[in-house]
Structure formats: C-alpha cells, structure tokens
C-alpha cells in the first residue's frame, strides 16, 4: 500500500476558488490516510506550500472550515500513535514530474456532467434569489393592513416610523 494512492476522489464543486480546490484535495488525502490504522507517515506531495501553511495558519483567513476538518483528521492521526507523522513537499508543476503530468491528463480528460446543468448557473442563483425577494414582498404586502396607503412602513434615522 506503501507509495500507492490510496483512492481517487471526485467531489462537485460550483464558484470554488483554486485555493479551496487544493486545500480540498489536502484534506482528502489526509481525511483518507489517516483513517487507516496501518498508516503512521503521510506525504503530502503539492505543487502549493502557501496553501498548506494555510492549514496551521491560526490567524483569521477565509478558509478556517478547510482547516479545521483537516486540523480534525490531523489531531485523530496523531493521537493514534506518537510515531505517526506528516510531511509536505513542495514539487512544482513547472518541473514536469511525471505525476503532475498524469493528474493534469486525467483532470483535462474528465468531463463531469453536472446534476443539475440548470442550477449550476450564476444567473439561475440570481435569479433564484430574486423570486425569494418577490415572495418575500408579496406576502408582506398581504400581511399589510395599511393596502390601498402607503403600505411600506419607511423608518427614519432613529428606526421610527416616519409619517407620510
């Protein structure tokens, strides 16, 4: 099992940032390494060390919920045995390793079929969140015992009603 992947994971992500994606594929090796109880030294091999560092950054940064889960998985791997331990290695893609070159190939070569193809849209978002909206001032409008009025309650600088 030794030097070998241990599985390919394929998860659907929407508007991800390449951070994320390989924070992401951090913590699903590591998630997947450490659950195994003949595992005790975990490479991480990674053409971004920025974005590892990341993982133990303690300061506040937008990708804390990575880290935590990761940090999680860590913190398991570790109470499991004082011998366990983790590397990271820095390989950049520039330098052609063959690796790189069979996970880009097998990256370009996937073609994921969305489950929704109409939902993953910015404008179905948009549009979704705007028909809540129209809802939402609908129903308020019904509510409303001031209809035929001025039904919209404005407020001025002191959050009091004001009269109109």
């Known amino acids: 099992m030794a030097d070998k992947p241990l599985m390919k994971t394929i998860h659907h992500a929407v508007n991800v940032t390449s951070t994320e994606a390989k924070l992401f594929a951090i913590r699903c090796g590591i998630n997947q390494s450490s659950h195994f109880d003949n595992i005790s030294k975990i490479v991480v091999i990674t053409d971004s060390i920025h974005m590892a560092q990341k993982i133990f950054d303690p300061s506040s940064h937008p990708f804390q919920t990575i880290s935590a889960a990761i940090l999680l998985d860590l913190h398991?791997?570790?109470n499991r045995s004082d011998n366990n331990s983790i590397e990271f290695w820095e390989c950049p893609s520039?330098?052609?390793?063959?690796l790189h070159g069979r996970v880009d190939k097998e990256t370009k070569s996937f073609n994921l079929m969305p489950l929704?193809?109409?939902?993953n849209s910015w404008d179905f978002s948009k549009k979704n969140k705007s028909d809540d909206i129209i809802k939402y001032w609908k129903m308020s409008f019904q509510a409303s015992e001031l209809k035929g009025n001025h039904f919209l309650d404005l407020l001025d600088s002191d959050d009091k009603k004001?009269?109109?």
């Open 76 to 78: 398991d791997f570790f």
């Open 162 to 164: 004001s009269s109109n």
């Open 116 to 119: 929704f193809p109409c939902k």
């Open 94 to 98: 520039h330098l052609k390793w063959v």
